[in-house]
């Protein structure tokens, strides 16, 4: 054999990493640690699709002379180290909010790559024959589930879902999985290796797609849900409404703007933001809709709610942690009446925190 073999998808799986990063670059709107994590996998995918091809290389050569069976095994399991690999690139993403069972998520992730490893010479989860071909052994499918299953938890546990499960999160979160297992099948049934590759460099598209689409729904300066992330949520929202809306507008926003400058203006949002959430996510979800206006959505007891703004307006500065600012607004609670729309519930809400700043202004 005189040529190099091609692998047509395995090159197509090495277009769409190319298209991520010059999106990355040209369009450069994620955070470093997103960028870092798109470097890290897309490297790790063109890797295995040059192990890939150097694979095909010896079995194409070697085919009439004799299989050296023990390189192509070992070539082979080392290049389904790109799922782990891939794996503990996505828990590292979120390893600024290390917990507990990112630890238990990592050790699975351990013992995957060490099986990995270990498949080399053993067959722990599949083996070639004689011809070349993947052929699966006792313990294959569990390792498969518990491979599906491990990505599944990683995905609601540290990618972009911390904190924002909303629903187009779990439509990512489902067709990924779905995407993961057709190349599973393909691989258990027909031993179809480049299927898992193929399925890998979707998901990564899928996951640049999503965390794209989450800078655009995030606050910069807050850190909370923005604007668009509200619209969607709230007016787009027709099956269940949230029957609890509050409406927040800070008292001093533009004083310190206007005295300290805009940079500490900042801070004073990104303080009151985060001291809010503190105190008010276990009764619902707290957007930045506008320049000083905040919005909570809840589906609590209006009681609860109430209680919980009281005692958040009786702090005399915000947390300490995020910066030495009062905690002074103004705020509108109100409870959806049958057959009202969002629009007039947003409106009423309003209408109510604005009665209740001008009643602190006198």
């Not at 569990?142 to 599944?152: H, I, N, Q």
């Not at 533009?254 to 004073?268: A, I, L, T």
């Not at 007891?301 to 947390?319: G, N, R, T």
């Amino acid at each position: 054999m005189s040529f190099f073999p091609v692998i047509i998808s395995d090159l197509t799986c090495m277009a769409i990493v190319l298209y991520v990063w010059t999106r990355m670059y040209l369009d450069p709107m994620l955070e470093r640690r997103a960028v870092i994590l798109f470097r890290n996998m897309g490297i790790t995918m063109i890797a295995t699709v040059i192990l890939d091809h150097v694979w095909e290389y010896i079995y194409e050569s070697t085919y009439e002379s004799g299989l050296p069976m023990h390189t192509l095994t070992a070539l082979a399991s080392v290049e389904f180290l790109c799922v782990p690999v891939a794996f503990f690139f996505l828990l590292m993403y979120h390893r600024h909010m290390w917990d507990r069972a990112d630890s238990l998520l990592l050790a699975a992730d351990i013992v995957l790559i060490v099986l990995c490893i270990l498949n080399v010479r053993f067959p722990v989860f599949f083996r070639l024959d004689k011809y070349a071909v993947v052929v699966n052994v006792r313990g294959t499918a569990a390792v498969y589930l518990g491979t599906l299953f491990l990505f599944g938890c990683i995905l609601v546990h540290d990618f972009v879902t911390v904190g924002k499960l909303d629903q187009e999160n779990r439509v990512l979160i489902l067709f990924n999985l779905v995407i993961a297992a057709l190349g599973m099948v393909g691989l258990y049934y027909d031993g179809n290796v480049p299927a898992v590759w193929g399925c890998y460099s979707i998901s990564f598209l899928l996951l640049y797609v999503a965390l794209v689409r989450l800078f655009t729904k995030t606050d910069q300066v807050t850190g909370l849900p923005n604007r668009n992330a509200f619209t969607v949520s709230y007016y787009r929202q027709k099956r269940r409404p949230a029957p609890v809306l509050v409406s927040f507008d800070l008292n001093h926003l533009k004083h310190v703007n206007d005295s300290e400058g805009h940079q500490s203006g900042d801070r004073y949002l990104r303080a009151f933001a985060q001291t809010a959430l503190k105190h008010l996510s276990p009764y619902g979800k707290l957007y930045r809709v506008g320049g000083d206006e905040f919005c909570l959505t809840s589906f609590s007891d209006p009681a609860q709610v109430q209680k919980a703004l009281d005692d958040l307006q009786k702090l005399d500065a915000c947390d300490p942690a995020f910066g030495n600012f009062p905690m002074d607004f103004a705020y509108g609670l109100v409870v959806r009446q049958p057959g009202e729309s969002n629009g007039d519930l947003y409106q009423r809400a309003d209408e109510v925190m604005y009665q209740n700043k001008r009643r602190t202004e006198l």
